[in-house]
């Protein structure tokens, strides 16, 4: 229960009491600021306190956007502000300075300066969120006609129509935006009304991509016609999970862990599906498989690598920005552009249509045509921006990247002397030794024989370009590179090395192996975005760092037979599974972790 404050005169015929109690509080009167400060001392700490001025006028969904958001400790609209249980000592402080100072004369027409709750949102200063509140109303008239002319513009505006309109995300796909939040958002109000929450709805969509899975794997015309239209049904959910937060304002840290995830867990074990469906009918796609997640997961890793390379940065402005800005003046543009790049939306109705009509290999190559076009449309316009732009790039930025490469024991005992050397090489150098070294670790795997002692040779190379590339900051402007050339640099040695094995299970185990790493590196991408760091360094430790892993799986290979390699992957995959799954439902289930809101939509 949450505890409201009315301070002021009430007025009669308000429906403010009752629209505070539909929203979860529990409304107090207090006649002045000296009362109000009285009741607040009163309300146990645990609780979240408003302080609303009694002439408040305004729709609901205004005071919900301002006083029940869970993402922010402090929050205001005219005539209202709140504290969670961690802001409420600051709550209490202002409220008692503004106590006692003597209120000015109106301010302007619509929110007049003796209102207590806004005084006491600008005592609290920068550190109050205010919503965004568009073509709602929220104001505190100062004397009858005001007040009249404010419930007409409250009656002009629809309420749950902006309510509804806001749940969906301001920039989506073409296809998410035409063919699924049109109704998807009428599906989110469904649940709303029923109790269902989001995580509810997250897990519904999860177990529906399992199951669309399942239907796959069984390697039938049926059985892929059914995984087709579960698979959409899935993807209708995971827009409906976020819109009911945004819709019922019911933000989480566990919500914000499922939902970063499990797009990545359905999208991941649907491969596996056709994968298993292509072995039923004689077709062995396992190596399709594997390479369309590491083609996506490395996609990925370009998108959050830049983005946290120019997180902060300074004078953050290149040419090549603004003729993409002057095209998305262009409508039609904006949407062939947004295509293009076959973000989730697109990506997964191509899936979906393609195993319905056609056969998994036919699908694989499809989605990795498109992947990789889209890899190089995207990486190609941020090369040019980053080449083109004047940016100084901080210690914070460097430092993401620095977690973002996920450098383990060997690659950190090798840093140290190479950092006086590294200092003297041009500041192209970093991108170029991890591309070199990764490309030389891959290209051996795959050209020389399965076994062979010169995999191991080319592993302990790239362990040292991969060193040298981190031994200086990473704020060259091309410096974003050096994580996804890393990622693509172990898991195409994994991939290599699998397909050269040439026996049954070596590809599965690898599929295993790489999906439970790229959960670590997705799991460290939300914990800075979070501000919370990167993993610990024991975790990384223990699990030996990309160059560490690399270098373990080309021993592996030397050492075993193949069919001993396929166990010792399969042994290597759920370690390394347990050991990062069991510390990042620790970190994510905590209180405290931090909650991550992606508005934008992932490739």
């Known amino acids: 229960m949450s505890t409201a404050i009315l301070t002021g005169q009430p007025v009669p015929g308000s429906s403010l009491e009752g629209e505070l109690r539909s929203l979860g509080f529990d409304v107090r009167i207090a006649a002045g600021a000296a009362e109000a400060g009285a009741l607040l001392d009163g309300v ?59 209120p000015a004369g109106p301010a302007d027409g619509t929110a007049p300066a003796d209102s207590l709750a806004d005084r006491v949102a600008a005592a609290l200063g920068a550190d109050v969120h205010r919503p965004e509140l568009g073509s709602l109303v929220a104001t505190v008239p100062g004397d009858p006609q005001t007040r009249n002319e404010a419930r007409q513009s409250v009656a002009a505006v629809d ?170 003046s262009v409508g039609w543009t904006v949407w062939l552009r947004r295509m293009i790049v076959l973000p989730i939306g697109e990506r997964w109705a191509m899936i979906a249509v393609l195993t319905a009509v ?116 990473l704020k060259g402007a091309l410096d974003w590179l050096v994580p996804p050339f890393l990622r693509a640099a172990e898991y195409g040695t994994v991939l290599a090395l699998a397909a050269k094995a040439d026996v049954n299970g070596a590809l599965p185990a690898a599929y295993g192996l790489v999906a439970a790493v790229a959960y670590h590196h997705y799991d460290t991408v939300y914990r800075i975005r979070g501000d919370a760091g990167a993993s610990p360094r024991w975790l990384v430790r223990a699990i030996g760092g990309h160059e560490g892993r690399t270098l373990a799986v080309a021993v592996l290979a030397a050492l075993l037979t193949a069919s001993q390699f396929t166990v010792a992957l399969t042994v290597l995959a759920v370690a390394v599974a347990l050991l990062v799954l069991v510390e990042s439902i620790r970190f994510w289930a905590s209180a405290g972790a931090p909650a991550v809101h992606d508005e934008g939509e992932p490739a």
């Open 159 to 328: 309420d749950e129509a902006v309510r509804l309109k806001s749940a969906v995300k301001a920039r989506d796909g073409f296809f998410t935006t035409h063919f699924i939040s049109p109704y998807s958002r009428y599906i989110a109000r469904w649940c709303a009304r029923r109790g269902l929450t989001p995580n509810q709805v997250t897990t519904a969509s999860l177990l529906t991509a399992l199951i669309a899975a399942a239907c796959a794997a069984t390697g039938t015309r049926g059985g892929f016609v059914a995984a087709g239209a579960l698979l959409i049904a899935s993807f209708v959910l995971d827009c409906t999970d976020g819109q009911l937060a945004r819709y019922s304002l019911q933000y989480s840290t566990l919500g914000a862990w499922l939902d970063a995830t499990f797009d990545r867990a359905k999208e991941y074990a649907y491969y596996a599906g056709l994968a298993l469906g292509a072995a039923r009918g004689g077709d062995d796609v396992w190596a399709l498989a594997l390479g369309a997640m590491v083609l996506q997961t490395c996609r990925h890793v370009v998108d959050f690598s830049f983005n946290e390379a120019n997180h902060d940065a300074a004078a953050n402005t290149s040419p090549t920005a603004a003729l993409s800005d002057r095209l998305d």
């Open 358 to 473: 056609t056969t998994p290999r036919i699908t694989f190559y499809a989605l990795l045509a498109g992947c990789a076009f889209a890899a190089a449309y995207t990486t190609a316009g941020r090369v040019l921006r980053s080449l083109t732009r004047k940016a100084r790039r901080t210690d914070r930025a460097a430092q993401a990247l620095a977690d973002l490469a996920d450098s383990g024991p060997l690659a950190q005992a090798l840093t140290g002397p190479l950092k006086k050397p590294a200092r003297r090489l041009p500041g192209f150098t970093a991108p170029a030794v991890a591309l070199l070294g990764g490309l030389a670790v891959v290209a051996t795997a795959l050209l020389t024989g399965f076994g062979g002692p010169w995999t191991i040779v080319a592993a302990c190379g790239y362990a040292l370009t991969s060193a040298l590339a981190a031994a200086r900051p």
């Open 44 to 102: 146990p700490a645990g609780q979240r306190v408003a302080v609303v001025d009694a002439r408040f006028v305004g729709h609901t969904h205004a005071l919900r956007l301002g006083l029940t958001d869970p993402r922010f400790p402090l929050s205001a609209i005219p005539g209202a502000v709140t504290a969670q249980p961690a802001a409420r000592r600051a709550l209490s402080s202002a409220l008692a300075r503004e106590s006692s100072a003597v």
